[in-house]
């Protein structure tokens, strides 16, 4: 199996800030790595796709990069709405699939 | 736009099985180019796949619950469903179905389902 690894797991952040997260495979899995938001009592909700793709919506404020095993989120700017959790989900080894655990962003 | 609904039993015996529907409404669940999936977060925990059913019935699941999970599909209703046989405490959790497109993403949710496994 695939391992996905993110850092941190939880950080504090003002709104404005520049942040990012990151991703790291136990294996290369090329560019096949998604990002999702999910807000408490809510579904995730689908970032980027193919480790770099804007989903359709989605504010231009984040961005995704990376390749092979290290990939990252940043957020611009951030702001009062991007406080959420933060998954990454590799598919290069569909049909199995795994996740992250996970990056929480809180409110300084 | 694809909506997906789950439901389903709340609460759950331990030893018994979990089970759990999804409705699809605004696309027929047997066009080509999606699977059908599930995915189930423990509470304060993160997310774990669980399998998925293709457009075509072929089932692939996670190896860690495999031997216990089963998933279907019920064209003329337009759903798909979870059965998970054995539960303990360890499996409750929200459920949420999902699709899972052509470029191998999961596009559109369910809202979630908590199931919980007590006696």
């Known amino acids: 199996d695939i391992q996905m690894t993110q850092s941190p797991s939880s950080l504090s952040a003002s709104v404005g800030d520049r942040v990012t997260i990151t991703c790291r495979a136990s294996?290369?899995?090329?560019?096949?790595l998604n990002w999702y938001q999910q807000k408490p009592g809510k579904a995730p909700k689908l970032l980027i796709y193919?480790?770099?793709s804007l989903q359709s919506g989605v504010p231009s404020r984040f961005s995704g990069s990376g390749s092979g095993t290290d990939f990252t989120l940043t957020i611009s700017s951030l702001q009062p709405e991007d406080f959420a959790t933060y998954y990454c989900?590799?598919?290069?080894?569909?049909?199995?699939?795994?996740f992250g655990q996970g990056t929480r962003l809180e409110i300084k | 736009q694809l909506q997906l609904q789950e439901s389903g039993s709340g609460l759950v015996k331990p030893s018994q099985t979990l089970s759990l529907t999804c409705a699809v409404s605004?696309?027929?669940?047997?066009?080509?180019?999606?699977?059908w999936s599930w995915i189930r977060q423990p509470p304060g925990k993160g997310l774990e796949w669980i399998g998925y059913?293709?457009?075509?019935?072929?089932?692939y699941y996670n190896p860690s619950l495999k031997s216990r999970v089963t998933i279907s599909v019920d064209r003329s209703k337009n759903q798909f469903s979870l059965k998970l046989s054995s539960v303990t405490a360890a499996d409750t959790a929200v459920y949420y179905c999902?699709?899972?497109?052509?470029?191998?993403?999961?596009?559109?949710w369910g809202q979630g389902t908590l199931v919980t496994v007590s006696s």
């Open positions: 193919a480790a770099s």
């Open positions: 989900q590799q598919s290069y080894s569909t049909p199995s699939i795994t």
């Open positions: 059913i293709y457009h075509s019935g072929s089932t």
């Open positions: 294996q290369s899995i090329s560019s096949y």
């Open positions: 605004g696309g027929s669940i047997s066009s080509g180019g999606y699977s």
């Open positions: 999902a699709s899972y497109g052509r470029m191998y993403y999961f596009d559109y």
